[in-house]
């Protein structure tokens, strides 16, 4: 069983910063792209910013120039540092892991969510 750890939410003034973590942990072959997703009350959750094991990355344009992702491979840990934070991003972030586990089978795992409050 593959389990996703995410920490790094809580509240901040817009303008500010947070770094969000994510580490995988359990039995498996390879950790494939890794990505944040975010949902705001009464929306849609959006896929934020993801990251290939080759290291491509790739952003939601309300992100880009403020968030970067980043990844550890030896740790099995993704990063989603979050600079400029406006009120709009407001929302519970989730990590979440496409996964080659033992039986050769790809699999996508989440995280329980992290809530992310920037106040205006």
């Known amino acids: 069983q593959v389990q996703l750890v995410e920490s790094g939410g809580g509240l901040v003034q817009a303008g500010g910063s947070l770094r969000l973590s994510c580490t995988a942990s359990g039995s498996m072959l390879n950790l494939n792209a890794m990505a944040w997703y975010r949902q705001a009350p009464g929306k849609q959750r959006e896929l934020v910013a993801m990251?290939?094991?080759?290291?491509?990355?790739s952003y939601v344009d309300s992100v880009k120039g403020r968030f970067t992702i980043s990844r550890d491979g030896a740790k099995n840990t993704v990063y989603l540092e979050m600079n400029s934070l406006k009120p709009e991003d407001t929302a519970v972030y989730y990590c979440n892991a496409n996964v080659q586990r033992l039986s050769g089978r790809h699999s996508d795992y989440w995280g329980q969510g992290t809530q992310v409050t920037v106040s205006s």
């Open positions: 990251t290939t094991s080759g290291g491509s990355t």
